[in-house]
């Protein structure tokens, strides 16, 4: 249950759906992993902290379409 590991590996997928909302990546990754979603943003959150994703909201007004990206 590497919810983290997932995560980088979701990220790194060219055609992966890294879209903020939990019906996207965090349920991918929650899938992946095994886990809760809340450990997959845990996750998530662990990696912004170590500056290696960050969120692009890329103009958009909703944060559901707010994307997830490896910095």
């Given at each position: 249950?590497?919810a ?5 590996d ?15 990546l ?21 990696l ?14 909703g ?9």
């Amino acid at each position: 249950m590497d919810a983290r590991r997932h995560a980088l590996d979701l990220l790194a997928t060219p055609q992966g759906d890294t879209r903020f909302g939990p019906s996207y990546l965090v349920r991918d990754i929650a899938d992946r992993a095994g886990c809760l979603r809340h450990a997959a943003y845990e996750a998530l959150w662990g990696l912004v902290g170590e500056g290696l994703v960050y969120l692009d909201p890329d103009g958009q007004p909703g944060t559901d379409n707010w994307r997830w990206r490896g910095g």
